[in-house]
């Protein structure tokens, strides 16, 4: 019976799946509602884009009308035309080209929302990672500690410890069991948190791998920043000479008519020409002069952007570092005390030279150390991720 159960377990671990941070990603990726929205906006501003920018259609235009010659008879007449607008030049490109620019811009803006998204993601990642590794290290805690109350139990009733005393180690294990099924919800609510965004189905035998956790550094690499930033600038401010450029003409188009008009006693065929004289209106005049201010305008907005962006993405670096730092402090402070300093205590415990609240206290301040050490590392992921974001750093 042990065999085939035992059996029946590796099977089940060997249909476990195991996914990685590349993988949650992929995934990601694939089912975004977030990207498939941005290409679908994509596809709709370029249509928007070409409709605004089209040719005027062919005009059909005509007319009748009851004549009454004065030399006598009466009759109908009538007139029947077309007429049809023409831009010269590259001016419908300049136009088409203006606005796709400046689409090209926004959608670069809605790229860093992805962009966070997907950093949202590597962060749960890591925290649930973390949570597991608390898990972990608090249960072994845990059992180490429920071994030490079944044997202060024997002694209680070989009456070497008083009931007092058993129940305050009783009172303890009962905590640290309420911390540890505490510390397991919140690594399955990150778990289900983290498929639920990605689009994975799962199952309780799912797992997450946790053995590409990006490591706690004091400095850590982000190549060229705001790169999504200084795209969507450098497309705003080429929109905006563009549109210098399609104002400069002093001719951008013409319109051609031709009309064919049945009198009483007469055929007539007529040909027309319209030509704007655009010298007569300060339209492109001011049209220019609205390209200029908004050229200047973006710039202003792009300063004023970028120094706010240098100076939080300072401020990151620096907590960054502050946070690895404080993690190898933490841990030296903490193996220092696990393996120094808690033995002698559980040693002079168990030879009556220490009361139970004595050691009790070091036990707690044992554990305190560990969670403010996974406590920092949780603040370090956060703050590292929030760095990738404000910098646009593209890390897959």
Same mark, same amino acid.
């Not at 990601?28 to 679908?40: C, E, I, P, T, Y």
């Not at 079944?150 to 294990?173: P, V």
């Not at 907005?301 to 502050?322: C, F, V």
């Given at each position: ?138 249960? !072994?805690?845990?059992? $180490?500690?429920?071994? %030490? #109350?079944?044997?202060? +139990?024997?002694?209680?009733?070989? @009456?070497? *410890? =008083? &009931?007092?005393?058993?129940? !305050?180690?009783?009172? $303890?294990?009962?905590? %640290? #069991?309420?911390?540890? +099924?505490?510390?397991?919800?919140? @690594?399955? *609510? =990150? &778990? ?205």
């Amino acid at each position: 019976m042990k065999q085939l159960v035992l059996f029946l377990l590796l099977m089940q671990a060997g249909h476990a799946s195991t996914y990685t941070l590349s993988k949650i990603l992929k995934s990601a990726g694939q089912n975004s509602v977030l990207s498939k929205a941005l290409r679908q906006e994509s596809l709709a501003l370029e249509a928007k884009n070409k409709a605004s920018t089209a040719s005027d259609p062919l005009e059909l235009f005509g007319e009748g009308s009851k004549a009454y010659p004065h030399g006598g008879g009466s009759g109908n007449e009538y007139a029947v035309g077309v007429s049809k607008k023409f831009i010269f030049g590259n001016i419908q490109e300049q136009e088409q080209k203006a606005t796709r620019l400046s689409n090209q811009a926004y959608l670069l803006d809605e790229e860093r929302n992805i962009l966070n998204f997907k950093n949202g993601l590597k962060n749960i990642y890591h925290q649930h990672c973390l949570d597991g590794q608390n898990y972990r290290s608090f249960k !072994q805690s845990y059992q $180490e500690f429920v071994k %030490l #109350y079944n044997k202060k +139990q024997k002694a209680y009733k070989y @009456q070497e *410890i =008083s &009931k007092t005393e058993l129940m !305050q180690l009783e009172i $303890e294990k009962n905590s %640290l #069991y309420a911390q540890l +099924q505490e510390i397991k919800m919140q @690594q399955d *609510i =990150s &778990k289900q948190n983290l498929f639920m965004l990605s689009k994975i189905h799962y199952t309780e035998s799912t797992k997450l791998s946790c053995k590409d956790m990006y490591p706690i550094r004091t400095h850590v690499k982000l190549g060229k920043p705001f790169q999504l930033s200084k795209e969507a600038y450098n497309k705003r401010i080429q929109s905006t000479h563009e549109v210098l450029d399609r104002y400069s003409n002093s001719i951008d188009s013409i319109s051609l008519s031709a009309q064919y008009t049945e009198e009483l006693d007469v055929d007539k065929y007529t040909v027309g020409l319209s030509i704007p004289l655009n010298f007569t209106s300060t339209r492109s005049e001011q049209e220019r002069a609205a390209a200029m201010y908004q050229n200047s305008a973006i710039s202003l907005k792009h300063e004023q952007t970028m120094t706010e962006k240098k100076s939080l993405l300072s401020q990151l670096r620096s907590q960054l570092r502050s946070n690895a730092l404080m993690v190898k402090t933490l841990k030296r402070n903490y193996q220092k005390y696990r393996k120094d300093l808690l033995p002698l205590i559980k040693k002079s415990y168990d030879l009556g030279e220490t009361s139970v609240i004595e050691y009790l206290l070091n036990r707690q301040r044992s554990y305190q150390l560990r969670q403010e050490i996974y406590a920092t590392k949780k603040t370090y992921y956060n703050t590292l991720f929030k760095l990738y974001t404000i910098s646009e750093k593209k890390d897959n």
